[in-house]
């Protein structure tokens, strides 16, 4: 009772706050300290700092791959009502002007837009991965002012160019780099391999921090999209060098090691800068990756003790790590583990309501889109009211109620990791569940799991639970019927043409852009 009449005191007169919004990228939920204390290949302690002074978000959910999570973070909508697929960012269907293309629907209205009209200055740093074809698909046509990334799954951190083990091959066949600034690519950036793609990245995070002027521009929204740690597993020797000591292992663990204490540096460049601009007290910083550490082969993640890893509906691909930090968070939740549901999709109707502003989507709604589906968790995070979210529909082969998780369909990495992983003598499981896949479990019955007693999906209730295992068959069944699953076509050859063109050898915009 204290804590939320103290959280109540507070928002009622607390401004709109400072937002910091960091998202990592395939991080590994044994790969933070706090969840692997006793493994020194883990060196995190600016997270760890961060989540102890503020609230650790136990049962944070995101989808089990990159895509579909950033279209959700970005819309409000659970993936399934936004984006299930990593398409091709040259995808295009011109059947389906709203939906025919990779990413986010052109209707919806975005996090960046609603927080704009709350009076934010919205800035974007990274990767992207929500849509390319249209400039309303790129960030600046989603609501931010200032935005450097890149628009795919993933490139080189050298070069900028696609690699083929990180991104698979395209319809352009890789040729073109991928890095763009504002409304143009990003040619002033040298990609000759003499500057790691972070570095910049940070630079560009740090530049918006220092130049940002309350008065005038009114409240901060940074989103900071780290790159880290997804393939390719590159990462500067001084880094790699801090983790000679990891030796007589497969070799994605060290560079894994090195690129997350790397990030782990950038996070604390970050809140150096928020300090240093006196805006540190009045920011909220939100930390989340976008879906659980890929455990298979040529990766280096671990998600012990979690059953799985990316690309599986199991707790190791979408249970995530997750907190929220920095001198907005009430004094009286710090330090709290808030062990309720939270759905990335959450993060939009969230933040609107510190904003000021309706999550509403009117221009979806008259488009004939799924409406949002974010729940406002604030009050839940703080301590200040009961948990808001008992359930989750978190793909089509997966649904959680209550203290009970569904899993349907084929499923891959059906398998737990140790402590320190991967290792020699234990062969990572595949990408994709295939027939010989040794990993893969058939859930295709349904396989049923309490995961408040049983966190690490080791007990299968479905035979002795048919009575849930039917009610929860019936209601993922219901659920699917609403879903969003547009044809968005394949990859256009306009794509290759515009970066060839119009780019100079950068992917951009290929629909729909205005003639010079």
Same mark, same amino acid.
Request: proline share 7%.
């Given at each position: ?15 709109p706050p400072h937002i910091a919004l960091i998202l990592a990228d395939d991080y590994g939920w044994a790969n933070i300290g706090y969840h692997n204390v006793n493994n020194s290949e883990v060196q995190t302690p600016v997270l760890d700092r961060l ?194 000591f990891v030796k007589g292992s497969p070799r994605q663990r060290r560079p894994y090691a090195a690129m997350t204490k790397l990030m782990d540096d950038h996070v604390g460049a970050l809140v150096g800068a928020l300090k240093e601009a006196g805006m ?102 703080? %301590?200040?009211?009961?948990?808001? !979210? ?6 089509? +082969? =997966? /649904?959680?109620?209550?203290? *009970? ?76 019927? %609403?879903?969003?699953?547009?044809? !968005? ?6 794509? +290759? =043409? /515009?970066?060839?063109?119009? *780019? ?13």
């Amino acid at each position: 009772m204290m804590l939320a009449l103290a959280f109540c005191a507070a928002a009622g007169a607390a401004a709109p706050p400072h937002i910091a919004l960091i998202l990592a990228d395939d991080y590994g939920w044994a790969n933070i300290g706090y969840h692997n204390v006793n493994n020194s290949e883990v060196q995190t302690p600016v997270l760890d700092r961060l989540a102890s002074e503020g609230v650790t978000l136990d049962r944070h959910y995101a989808y089990k791959f990159c895509s579909p999570t950033r279209s959700s973070l970005q819309s409000g909508r659970l993936p399934v009502h936004v984006n299930t697929v990593n398409a091709d960012a040259a995808a295009h269907n011109p059947a389906d002007p709203v939906g025919g293309y990779a990413g986010i629907p052109v209707n919806m209205t975005t996090l960046a837009q609603k927080l704009a009209a709350g009076g934010y200055a919205t800035y974007m740093t990274g990767k992207w991965d929500a849509g390319m074809a249209t400039p309303r698909h790129t960030p600046l046509g989603r609501g931010y002012r200032k935005w450097l990334g890149y628009f795919h799954h993933a490139n080189d951190y050298w070069t900028a160019k696609l690699p083929l083990l990180a991104s698979g091959l395209d319809v352009c066949f890789n040729a073109y780099r991928d890095l763009w600034q504002d409304a143009a690519p990003a040619a002033a950036v040298p990609l000759d391999g003499s500057v790691y793609e972070e570095e910049y990245f940070l630079n560009h995070s740090l530049a918006v921090i220092r130049g940002h002027n309350a008065t005038v521009d009114g409240p901060m929204f940074l989103f900071h999209s780290f790159h880290l740690v997804h393939v390719p597993l590159e990462v500067p020797q001084s880094y790699l060098a801090q983790f000679e000591f990891v030796k007589g292992s497969p070799r994605q663990r060290r560079p894994y090691a090195a690129m997350t204490k790397l990030m782990d540096d950038h996070v604390g460049a970050l809140v150096g800068a928020l300090k240093e601009a006196g805006m540190y007290d009045t920011t909220l910083i939100v930390f989340l990756s976008d879906n659980g550490g890929p455990i298979y082969y040529p990766c280096g993640a671990n998600n012990h003790p979690l059953k799985g890893g990316k690309e599986s509906d199991w707790e190791g691909g979408v249970r995530v790590n997750a907190f929220v930090s920095g001198g907005y968070v009430p004094p009286a939740a710090r330090g709290r583990v808030h062990d309720g549901y939270i759905h990335v999709a959450d993060w939009y109707t969230t933040l609107a309501g510190l904003a000021g502003v309706p999550a509403d989507d009117p221009e979806a709604a008259a488009a004939g889109l799924p409406g949002v589906d974010g729940v406002d968790v604030w009050g839940d995070i703080v %301590g200040a009211s009961a948990n808001a !979210r008992r359930s989750i529909h978190l793909s089509e +082969c =997966a /649904y959680i109620e209550d203290e *009970y998780k569904l899993v349907m369909c084929e499923q891959t990495q059906a398998g737990w990791t140790a402590a320190v992983y991967p290792v020699e003598g234990h062969p990572q499981p595949m990408y994709k569940a295939v027939p010989f896949d040794q990993w893969k479990e058939d859930c295709t019955a349904g396989c049923l799991y309490d995961i408040r007693a049983d966190p690490n999906e080791r007990r299968d209730l479905a035979a002795a639970r048919p009575d849930v295992l039917r009610r929860m068959r019936a209601a993922l069944a219901a659920l699917n019927a %609403g879903n969003y699953s547009p044809d !968005r076509g394949g990859g256009s050859r306009a794509a +290759c =043409a /515009y970066a060839k063109h119009k *780019y100079s050898g950068f992917y951009g915009p290929f629909v729909d852009v205005p003639e010079e």
